[in-house]
């Protein structure tokens, strides 16, 4: 099979690779807050759950967790999930938001007390203290971890080759017990490394860009 | 204020929960029935395949599906009034694919062992395959068993299924040698530098013998190295096996696996009950 025709069969692999990373990506960022939210509410059982919930899904392997949420309701409750993909991205949404909420609340808390402190004498209110003061050092703080993760969930879209979603692990598996050849299980670390270094071009020019408070 | 944010995020985490199980289809209306009305009903039977070459496999075009068990399979589920749907699995969690009725059936060249028989119902098996021992025309007739090879020259292609079975052979592995290709092991015996190849039936049946370039050498009938059964697997206590299995005797009868088996060369391993 030729060089060209391998690509080909590999980059219809490499679209449900790109479709788990932007969907898990675009939900799970505004569900990681929601996670932060519970995980740092004032309100004790709340936290006490989202705590739990935060070691449980940190404390199992991700692959386990796509087992779980794709063959889970099957085996309990005889309750079908036809969709591999859905299951893959509920349980890639879940995680991913769980990780990232723990990189929210560290950003958070790293803010001096101090300065909550100080927005209260100049009379802020808390949301004002909140969105002018905590959040834009936060969200600069946080960049380099976040890269560090969104790469990882580039590479851990592989993990959906266990239920047997075509991604690009799969698609490469295919080629080699189809063709007899394997080069292309090679060959798809290419595809993983170029699109890891266009994020990491683009992190390095985000974290330029909020380059600000220098000094 | 506090408590609307609680309340809103609450709200979220409940749209989550149900938009994550909005794709699970409740399939406990149908668990009364059998496995087959079940499948039935439903107007496709989900076939648990891997990418395995004869049985299941991709065609030149690289989109079509093709092989023995597709085109079996495809003729199976005509007679049984529903739509084939092949789904690539992985072939480690086939067992789990099967129980949690994510497939129905596994499809696949599947080898029938005492230990697979505990968690699978098997229907009755299809086609075959062994390793088998292939010496000079004129002395085939004088073995029965490897014990009767005992000390032998003995030749296998390196890293086939037939080494395996001579290095799990206290007789066949005291001497001997490894070559690079199958067809090589019988130029070997052909040519008399060594007494015995083992080698993979199809191959065999299909390299020796009257017509062939080695019309002097001989299959030893009674020798079987490594011989497995392919059947296909169905739930335990599930009622489609026997359905197969009915299914499976008409196409005999008509002459349908016969066609597909030539399509592919693989005439000599068909069991036909």
Same mark, same amino acid.
């Given at each position: 099979?030729?060089?060209?025709?391998?690509?080909?069969?590999?980059?219809?692999?490499?679209?449900?690779?790109?479709?788990?990373?932007?969907?898990?990506?675009?939900?799970?960022?505004?569900?990681?807050?929601?996670?932060?939210?519970?995980?740092?509410?004032?309100?004790?059982? %709340?936290?006490?759950?989202?705590?739990?919930?935060?070691?449980?899904?940190?404390?199992?392997? %991700? !692959?386990?967790?796509?087992?779980?949420?794709?063959?889970?309701?099957?085996?309990?409750?005889?309750?079908?999930?036809?969709?591999?993909?859905?299951?893959?991205?509920?349980?890639?949404?879940? =995680?991913?938001?769980?990780?990232?909420?723990?990189?929210?609340?560290?950003?958070?808390?790293?803010?001096?007390?101090?300065?909550?402190?100080?927005?209260? /004498?100049?009379?802020?209110?808390?949301?004002?203290?909140?969105?002018?003061?905590?959040?834009?050092?936060?969200?600069?703080?946080? /960049?380099?971890?976040?890269? =560090?993760?969104?790469?990882?969930?580039?590479?851990?879209?592989?993990?959906? &080759?266990?239920?047997?979603?075509?991604? @690009?692990?799969?698609?490469?598996?295919?080629?080699?017990?189809?063709?007899?050849?394997?080069?292309?299980?090679?060959?798809?670390?290419?595809?993983?490394?170029?699109?890891? *270094?266009?994020?990491?071009?683009?992190?390095?020019?985000?974290?330029?860009?909020? &380059?600000?408070?220098?000094? | 204020?506090?408590?609307?944010?609680?309340?809103?995020?609450?709200?979220?985490?409940?749209?989550?929960?149900?938009? *994550?199980?909005?794709?699970?289809?409740?399939?406990?209306? &149908?668990?009364?029935?059998?496995?087959?009305?079940?499948?039935?009903?439903?107007?496709?039977?989900?076939?648990?395949?891997?990418?395995?070459?004869?049985?299941?496999?991709?065609?030149?075009?690289?989109?079509?599906?093709?092989?023995?068990?597709?085109?079996?399979?495809?003729?199976?589920?005509?007679?049984?009034?529903?739509?084939?749907?092949?789904?690539?699995?992985?072939?480690?969690?086939?067992?789990?694919?099967? &129980?949690?009725?994510?497939?129905?059936?596994?499809?696949?060249?599947?080898?029938?062992?005492?230990?697979?028989?505990? =968690?699978?119902?098997?229907?009755?098996?299809?086609?075959?395959?062994?390793?088998?021992?292939?010496?000079?025309?004129?002395?085939?007739?004088?073995?029965?068993?490897?014990?009767?090879?005992?000390?032998?020259?003995?030749?296998?292609?390196?890293?086939?299924?037939?080494?395996?079975?001579?290095?799990?052979?206290?007789? @066949?592995?005291?001497?001997?040698?490894?070559?690079?290709?199958?067809?090589?092991?019988? %130029?070997?015996?052909?040519?008399?530098?060594?007494?015995?190849?083992?080698?993979?039936?199809? !191959?065999?049946?299909?390299?020796?013998?009257?017509?062939?370039?080695?019309?002097?050498?001989?299959?030893?009938? *009674?020798?079987? @190295?490594?011989?497995?059964?392919?059947?296909? *697997?169905?739930?335990?206590?599930?009622? %489609?096996?026997?359905?197969?299995?009915?299914? !499976?005797?008409?196409?005999?009868?008509?002459?349908?696996?016969?066609?597909?088996?030539?399509?592919?060369? @693989?005439?000599?391993?068909?069991?036909?009950?």
């Amino acid at each position: 099979m030729s060089f060209s025709a391998v690509t080909l069969r590999l980059l219809d692999g490499f679209q449900a690779t790109l479709f788990i990373f932007f969907v898990t990506l675009f939900a799970s960022l505004p569900l990681g807050m929601v996670i932060t939210a519970c995980s740092m509410s004032k309100f004790k059982p %709340l936290h006490w759950l989202t705590r739990t919930f935060v070691w449980i899904i940190r404390g199992t392997p %991700l !692959m386990l967790q796509v087992i779980v949420v794709f063959f889970g309701p099957g085996l309990i409750f005889d309750v079908q999930m036809r969709s591999r993909m859905t299951a893959v991205l509920v349980a890639f949404i879940i =995680n991913y938001a769980t990780y990232f909420s723990e990189i929210y609340r560290g950003g958070i808390e790293s803010i001096p007390i101090g300065q909550h402190e100080a927005g209260q /004498v100049l009379g802020m209110s808390k949301r004002q203290i909140f969105f002018r003061i905590v959040l834009p050092q936060v969200i600069k703080r946080i /960049v380099p971890p976040m890269g =560090n993760e969104i790469i990882t969930l580039v590479k851990d879209t592989s993990l959906a &080759n266990i239920i047997a979603v075509i991604e @690009l692990v799969m698609a490469a598996k295919t080629i080699v017990s189809n063709e007899h050849i394997i080069w292309p299980l090679f060959y798809i670390g290419v595809f993983y490394l170029l699109f890891c *270094g266009v994020l990491t071009i683009l992190f390095n020019f985000i974290e330029k860009k909020l &380059n600000y408070y220098k000094g | 204020m506090k408590n609307k944010v609680l309340a809103v995020m609450l709200a979220v985490i409940i749209a989550v929960l149900t938009f *994550g199980f909005a794709g699970c289809k409740n399939a406990s209306s &149908n668990a009364a029935a059998s496995d087959f009305d079940a499948i039935k009903s439903s107007g496709k039977l989900v076939i648990g395949i891997t990418i395995f070459d004869p049985m299941n496999y991709y065609a030149e075009d690289g989109v079509t599906l093709t092989g023995f068990d597709t085109d079996f399979a495809t003729a199976a589920c005509e007679k049984l009034g529903v739509t084939p749907e092949f789904q690539i699995i992985n072939w480690e969690t086939k067992e789990i694919e099967l &129980n949690a009725k994510k497939i129905d059936v596994i499809w696949n060249g599947f080898t029938v062992t005492e230990e697979g028989k505990q =968690n699978i119902d098997f229907t009755n098996s299809y086609m075959f395959n062994k390793q088998c021992v292939v010496v000079k025309a004129e002395n085939a007739d004088k073995y029965q068993s490897t014990a009767d090879l005992d000390g032998l020259s003995v030749v296998a292609e390196k890293g086939s299924a037939g080494e395996d079975a001579i290095q799990g052979d206290e007789f @066949l592995s005291k001497n001997y040698t490894s070559v690079q290709a199958q067809t090589d092991t019988l %130029l070997e015996v052909k040519s008399g530098t060594a007494d015995a190849a083992v080698l993979d039936y199809v !191959m065999a049946k299909a390299s020796v013998g009257d017509g062939t370039s080695y019309s002097d050498l001989a299959i030893v009938e *009674g020798i079987d @190295l490594a011989y497995e059964e392919y059947a296909i *697997g169905c739930r335990k206590g599930s009622d %489609l096996d026997e359905k197969l299995n009915d299914v !499976m005797a008409e196409l005999v009868a008509d002459g349908t696996i016969e066609t597909i088996a030539e399509k592919y060369d @693989l005439t000599a391993n068909l069991i036909t009950k």
